[in-house]
């Protein structure tokens, strides 16, 4: 199992491997996106050419019963009750003024005549599909195909009027499978007016939505709207299935070509990120690692208390890496041990002498995640103090809130670096996830405010109060206050008045090197503002 879990590490560990997994998921997902983006698009585009053909479908349904009503409100008002010539020219007449009337009739209880007596005619035994007030309607009445045969029947009184097949034809083109229906009964029964038989009702109906297009897996069913609640009218159509438009054959190879150049930069990244950890690796044997120190004042006396130890790589060619680079890689990589050992050697053996003869200066060095989450700290740092002869109340540790990743543990080893008389200082508070409630039951000596929150101070920023409330917390909790960050003499005094005593930043000096602070310190003096050495 070991092995396997080493060979399969190795593989996430090869520049090519990765690049090429990047390049492979990059491209199944941006395929799938279009894929999908395609398919809504074809769903949208269904759906609106439903929506506008239901549309142009009621509004000539509309005019084409309107009509029929019209012809047979003509006939019903014409004197003339009986089967002569004189009837059947009317009601040729009616079919020659209107353009939807196919076929109109005359019927008694003796006789049937039409403006077409050579033909079968109208199918007038049955009784009526729909009847109302004032007009009865007669649906499909033929299955025949011939277009010329009535389809469509209303009737007032001894009336009959019919429209054509070919006329409901040419209101509207219904696709293959596609279907006009009239239901009635409340939704349990469906007459087919145009088209082919459909199965009915659906899955739902009446569905629940109030929208008029209603969508399944296989058909498009829009509902028109009517006024008679006895009826429905109802257009199904069958979905037009996955069909794939053109211009998704044109995203795939954009796809792919992009799958390619994410792989590359993915294959650059980890080539650069190997690079960079073996040039760490190397930085950390030949020296090229150095240790800084931003002096920490006090804001009334401006006297220097002591210093941040402040890690840097400078490279051969005097270059600068930043922090913000390297730490975390060294964290990610293990490499953080070694590099927080080596600062704690670095300043005993630069600034061991300097502690000595001044027992009230401190030196605070940072601590990763890993370092509090383990008690190996406290055995370097005790076989440290003993070799240097420094106390152990002037190495302070600071710890951010990202790195309290186990309360309670952190908790255990902090109070053991505490009682052997180490302060313990909270970095960057206000910026991660501390609570109140987990900070007074922390070993914490002092907060650190971090720059942002000091640069707000005097402004009209969101976060201009936020400082004023950590330092009132503080000192509720009978913790000390180090404001980092101060650039200018108003944010000094702003931060003196709220009773904060210490603080750090280019208004008192940049960080230092080793001999910069110890000639700060013997002569007693604050340094100018010009940076000497290098940025904190």
Known sequence: ???????????????????????????????????????????????????????????????????????????????????????????????????????????????????????????????????????????????????????????????????????????????????????????????????????????????????????????????????????????????????????????????????LCVGFLVFLLVRQRQSLDAELTGAIRRGELQVLYQPIFDLDSRNCVGAEALLRWRRPDGTLTSPDLFIPMAENTGQIRQMTDFVLQRLLEQLGQLLRANPQLYISVNLAACDVMIPRIGQVMARLLTLHRVAAKQIAFEVTERGLIDVVVARENLQALRDVGHQVLIDDFGTGYCSLAYLQTLPVDCLKIDKAFIDALGHDAASSGVAPHIIHMAQSLHLKVIAEGIEHEAQAALLSSEGVRFGQGWLFAHALSAVQFIELITRGRRLAGRRLDDEA
């Open 1 to 259: 199992m070991t092995v396997a879990r080493e060979t399969l590490r190795s593989w996430f560990y090869r520049p090519w491997f990765l690049a090429m997994l990047a390049a492979v998921l990059s491209a199944t997902l941006m395929m799938a996106g279009s894929y999908f983006v395609a398919i809504h698009q074809v769903e949208q585009n269904e759906s609106w050419e439903m929506n506008a053909q239901g549309e142009r479908f009621l509004a000539r349904l509309e005019q084409l019963f309107g009509q029929l009503r019209e012809s047979l409100d003509d006939l019903e008002a014409q004197p003339l009750r009986s089967c002569d010539d004189d009837m059947i020219a009317t009601l040729q007449q009616v079919t020659f003024n209107y353009r939807f009337v196919y076929e109109a009739a005359y019927m008694d209880a003796s006789r049937i005549c039409s403006n077409r007596p050579r033909q079968e005619g109208l199918s007038l035994i049955r009784p009526p599909d729909i009847k109302g007030p004032t007009y009865s309607y007669w649906l499909n009445t033929t299955t025949e195909p011939d277009e010329n045969r009535a389809a469509l029947m209303l009737g007032r009184g001894n009336f009959r009027v019919a429209t054509s097949r070919g006329h409901l034809t040419d209101m509207v083109d219904l696709s293959p499978g596609s279907s006009l229906l009239v239901v009635l009964d409340h939704g349990t029964r469906a007459i087919p007016v145009l088209g082919v038989s459909q199965a009915w009702p659906p899955s739902q109906w009446p569905p629940k939505t109030r929208d008029a297009l209603q969508v399944t897996q296989t058909r498009l069913i829009y509902r028109m709207p009517t006024d008679n609640p006895e009826y429905q009218l109802v257009l199904i159509s069958p979905r037009s299935g996955t069909h794939i438009p053109p211009v998704w054959w044109w995203l795939l190879p954009a796809c792919l070509l992009l799958a």
